[in-house]
């Protein structure tokens, strides 16, 4: 498949996996790589429109556990943990175009078997998943949505907080970065008063430095070149 303008590559998406949710629109995509929204996607995208299946079984072999990503960005960090641990399935999930175009490029070329991909809202993946089916998801530097009038699109809310619920496991974590101070705050008032969840910081570090193993993020690197300065916060599923 040739390149073409954002209009023809939006539609390669559509066509793989219905429409996005939310601002979809980037740079152009080269070639090769609307060849991937067109022809791998549609072998890795989640159809959320039947029932969920056993999510195990969307992976050969089983995945022995199941992790979700919401908004993965470009990809640096969940790509790294799934080849960190080839015998857990992961879910990426992310509105745009570019972002499903580098996830996929770097799919293809380190032959990652245990991925597997959502094109939508992650509200409406975690509604679709079953109860208790996750061992743990990741927030990453989501969008802060900064405005008053538009912090009912952040993604923290009481009712997305009583699904993560829901999809955890007892002992499973919700994970939460973010270098925008008020977001930080926000998340934290949120899943302190939510009596499924327990902040897991017992001293500064723990949610000033990142915990072991973070594969530090595109974004994550420039905001540290600019000076913001990110907070790491983890909250068990009790």
């Known amino acids: 498949m040739t390149g073409g303008s954002d209009e023809h590559d939006d539609d390669a998406v559509q066509r793989a996996h219905g429409s996005f949710f939310g601002r979809r629109k980037g740079h152009k995509l080269r070639a090769h790589q609307a060849d991937l929204i ?32 919401i908004g993965f960005g470009g990809g640096e960090h969940l790509t790294a943990e799934a080849q960190k641990l080839p015998d857990t399935g992961f879910i990426g999930c992310e509105p745009y175009v570019n ?21 939508g809202d992650a509200a409406d993946l975690l ?3 079953p109860a208790q089916s996750l061992v743990r998801v990741d927030l990453i530097h989501p969008d802060p949505w900064p405005k008053r009038r538009h912090w009912k699109r952040r993604f923290v809310q009481d009712a997305t907080v009583k699904e993560l619920a829901r999809v955890l496991r007892p002992g499973g974590e919700f994970r939460f970065v973010h270098d925008i101070d008020d977001y930080t705050a926000w998340t934290l008032a949120h899943l302190l008063r939510a ?21 530090m ?10 000076g913001r300065v990110a907070n790491y916060l983890r909250f068990e599923r009790v």
Do not use: C
């Open 217 to 226: 993020t595109r974004y994550g690197r420039k905001a540290e070149r600019e």
């Open 195 to 215: 009596p499924d969840f327990r902040w897991l910081a017992e001293r500064a570090d723990d949610w000033r430095l990142p915990w072991d193993g973070y594969t």
């Open 99 to 119: 972002g499903m175009a580098k996830i996929l490029a770097q799919i293809e070329a380190n032959n990652i078997g245990n991925i597997r991909l959502f094109a």
């Open 38 to 69: 067109a022809n791998l996607l549609p072998h890795l995208s989640i159809d959320i429109g039947t029932p969920a299946p056993s999510l195990a079984d969307m992976f050969d072999p089983p995945a022995q556990a199941m992790r979700v990503e």
């Open 127 to 129: 509604a679709w998943l």
